[in-house]
């Protein structure tokens, strides 16, 4: 409980300075509203001549008023993490993030609840029952302790906003499970991989280049961290639906270096990957953005 009154202590005064979710989930926002303009842009380029019956009944559908992603307060009971909740209605600063969402103008077929919450466990999920995802404010702090770990001379401030980038990317993770429920994406492969391109990919191809990359970058850094756990551990999740967290790092560094090659050559000069995967990279960020800019055209209300 110390430990937690230390971390509330710190969070408020970064909230006082705006400096918490505030300034990384709204520098986070870049990423996510310049994929619209870029996706609009290519969805129109691609738009077919002759509309299939599929084409057809979906601008049908269209005739409705489409679903919403809004943003919903759940329960909360430590102390700790009322005050956080206190202090995010009072910013504001969760809003945006459904905003931005529906700036996509994809023709959902009902609302998305996004519900912040405590859990008392690390998790974050979509529910296809009612049509929910649910984040988890104990990944917050699961991840600032990561990365206070992982750089115990850094500021706690700068742990705070690298787990809220973090915690951006899993929004977009789970929202990728909820467009794949309700738009019926068909997905080949395991589907936990899918939507971690989908949310790189939204972020990547955004405007706000170097705040999307860093939102990128710091989830595979904890997920760098969270396999090293796992190799420590009595048993290693092979039969889990999602691949290995150190798979996961790899993935997602594959993915920055296979969008700007040029800008991200440490990844491969450190060795981050072996030269073998980074060969590849850029065809697998080519692939990864083309896939699923086909599989959201024909669901955009825009084209």
Known sequence: ?????????????????????????????????????????????????????ADKTLVAQRKYQPGKFHIVYGEVKSPFYRELQKELRKSKALEPVGEA???????????????????????????????????????????AELFSKDSPKGSTDKAF???????????????????????????????????????????????????????????????ALQGQGQLKGETIPFADEHSLDLQRFAN???????????????IVKKGILPKSRAAKCPSEYTQARNSWLRLLERHSLSS
Do not use: W
Not at 28 to 45: H, K, M, P, R, W
Not at 120 to 127: D, I, P, Q, S, T
Not at 182 to 191: A, D, F, H, Y
């Open 161 to 223: 906003e690298e787990a809220a980038s973090v915690l951006f990317f899993v929004v977009l993770h789970e929202t990728g499970h909820a467009l794949v429920d309700l738009l019926k994406i068909p997905v080949t492969g395991r589907e936990e991989d899918a939507v971690d391109s989908l949310a790189a990919v939204m972020l990547l191809e955004g405007e706000g280049e170097n705040a999307a990359d860093e939102i990128v970058i710091n989830t595979a850094r904890a997920f």
């Open 1 to 53: 409980m110390r430990k937690h009154k230390f971390l509330l202590d710190r969070a408020i005064n970064l909230f006082s300075r705006k400096s918490l979710f505030q300034k990384a989930f709204a520098v986070s926002l870049c990423g996510v509203l310049g994929v619209n303009l870029t996706a609009g842009l290519l969805i129109g380029q691609n738009r077919r001549a002759i509309a299939t019956e």
């Open 252 to 266: 997602l560094a594959c993915l920055v270096y296979g969008k700007n090659p040029e800008k991200y050559t440490d």
């Open 101 to 143: 969402l529906n700036s996509l103008q994809l023709a959902l077929p009902t609302d998305v609840a996004i519900a912040f919450t405590e859990c008392g466990e690390l998790n974050a999920y979509y529910n296809p029952g009612d049509q929910s995802i649910k984040i988890c404010y104990d990944l917050l702090t699961h991840y």
